[in-house]
């Protein structure tokens, strides 16, 4: 179920397994999240019209089971439950964990006097590295959730150490605390409540540009740490793959869909990784599966080099309803390095709408640029005097735009610009053109971007503003989603599609 809406309104109302897919970014996401062109896909909006036109641009990429759902979101709310927020399976199933296994954790001020009195003690911060990076709470070394397991005990060898695991708000640090726990560890384990939001609503200083990362692989505990995750994921019904198995999954894959998953490192994979693997972190794919996995039901293989990794996130996976399988480099060898561009159709040839960066360069006065980008991309930085415009809302929008000569289309690297130029040029008489390669052409030409000057045209609301990433987040915000996540348990219970089954 796909939600063709702007991700700012899905977030205000949304059913409990849509995904959101924005209209406009369509072709440059779903043959990712959506690899078999034979699934049933059901796409809406609330009433805009997004959903029709969303049926035409999926059906044209070779999808053949496409409907709309008929009255749209408005429709579902009279039959179902809507939620509010992104990524909400996983975060109402971090709560249903909490809820059930009764995960032991702190306060911000017991966590802050623990921290001041107890010197042997870690704290492990769950999240990605870059909001780690962004801001920690003090003495905190960055270990993603999916690393937890495999690195925990190398970090703290000591079962009289304490763990504090946090992350930015509650999933991550239940999840993390909770793993460390299921795979045997015996120190006292404990989630930092509410995470750095909890941490700031107290009051207390936050660190900013840390860089303390364990990276190195275990050695001395790896045994048992493996031993463990064995024996965790045996209890859970994760099933490692042979290779007659695996070759079996990769054959039926046009009748049931399969999404192969890297669930190390993003360095470890760019190293290397096997082919058709997508580089999806262990802790971020049980926070946020739905930006990986789209179609319920699917199979999904995991893989790791190390045994532990893989079968401590596929355990959460399979608590959360979906077919979760492993496989290791016993069965494939992780051969191919770098990070492979999305999944994405050939962009349509522009013909000779298309113009080259200095070509425009040296006329830009006569054009009007539009940027595609989205919001916080266009925020960044953005050609001189490019408008912000959502090709959702081009037949609202373009009308509004200054001037009557050309437009020049532009995006990121050109292709979404290539897909949306058929739409722009039935919504304004101008004529309508795209830039070539977009803006990192323009870039890579020593040409300035411009981050002091902004022309909002479509309203910006494509991008939800995460109130648990940053700096800047208003008190309000941040109390209203840790009050929000506190409620989806409740929610859970009245809406009852889940399938969630905590072990």
């Known amino acids: 179920m796909l939600d063709v809406r702007e991700e700012g309104p899905y977030s205000l ?23 078999r062109l034979t699934a049933p896909i059901v796409v809406y909006d609330n009433g805009e019209g997004y959903a029709a036109r969303a049926v035409a641009r999926i059906s044209r990429l070779g999808f053949t089971d496409v409907s709309i759902l008929r009255g749209g ?11 509010r927020d992104v990524n909400v399976p996983s975060k109402a199933f971090g709560e249903l964990v909490e ?7 702190l306060s911000a001020r017991e966590a802050k006097a623990l921290l001041e009195s107890e010197p042997n003690l870690v704290v492990l911060d769950a999240r990605r590295f870059e909001e780690y990076r962004t801001m920690s709470i003090p003495r905190g070394i960055s270990v993603p959730g999916g690393e937890l397991a495999f690195r925990a005990r190398e970090i703290a060898p000591s079962p009289d150490t304490t763990i504090i695991v946090n992350c930015a708000g509650r999933t991550r640090s239940i999840i993390g605390t909770q793993s460390l726990i299921n ?3 015996p120190n006292k384990v404990f989630a930092l409540r509410n995470g750095t939001i909890g941490w700031t609503l107290a009051g207390h200083t936050v660190e900013r540009g840390k860089t303390d990362r364990f990276l190195q692989r275990p050695e001395t505990t790896y045994p048992t740490a493996l031993a463990d995750a064995k024996a965790w994921a045996d209890r859970v019904g994760v099933s490692v793959l042979d290779r007659a198995t695996f070759a079996l999954f990769l054959a039926q894959a046009n009748e049931r869909t399969l999404h192969l998953l890297d669930v190390r490192t993003p360095e470890e994979y760019e190293r290397g990784h096997p082919a058709g693997f997508a580089s999806a972190p262990g802790g971020q794919l049980v926070q946020a599966i739905d930006e990986w996995v789209a179609v319920r039901g699917a199979r999904l293989v ?19 309803g979906w077919e979760a399988h492993v496989v290791g480099p016993d069965v494939i060898a992780a051969t191919r390095a770098g990070t492979p561009a999305p999944r994405r159709p050939v962009p349509p040839d522009p013909g000779g709408d298309a113009i080259a960066v200095a070509e425009l360069a040296a006329h830009a006065v006569n054009w009007t640029v539009v940027d595609l980008a989205r919001s916080p991309a266009y925020t960044a930085g953005h050609i001189p005097g490019a408008h912000f415009v959502l090709a959702s809302r081009f037949a609202e929008d373009l009308p509004r735009l200054p001037g009557d000569g050309p437009i020049v289309l532009t995006s990121a690297d050109g292709d979404e610009a290539l897909f949306a130029l058929a739409d722009a040029a039935t919504a304004t008489p101008r004529k309508v053109t795209v830039l070539k390669a977009g803006t990192r052409a323009w870039v890579e030409s020593d040409r300035s971007l411009e981050r002091d000057h902004h022309s909002w045209v479509s309203q910006p609301d494509d991008v939800y503003k995460r109130p648990y990433e940053g700096t800047d987040n208003a008190t309000a915000a941040m109390q209203a989603y840790i009050d929000w996540e506190l409620q989806l348990v409740a929610q859970l219970a009245n809406d009852s599609v889940s399938n969630f089954h905590v072990i």
Do not use: C, K, N
């Open 13 to 35: 109302a949304h059913p409990f397994f849509a995904v959101s897919l924005p209209l406009s970014q369509i072709e440059l996401r779903i043959l990712d999240l959506i690899p």
């Open 73 to 83: 979101l408005a429709a579902y709310a009279e039959v179902g439950e809507v939620f």
């Open 99 to 105: 809820a059930i296994r009764h995960t032991p954790s």
């Open 183 to 185: 795979a045997g560890l």
């Open 302 to 320: 995991l893989f790791d080099d190390d045994g532990i990794r893989a079968r401590m996130t596929a355990s959460w996976l399979v608590q959360m």
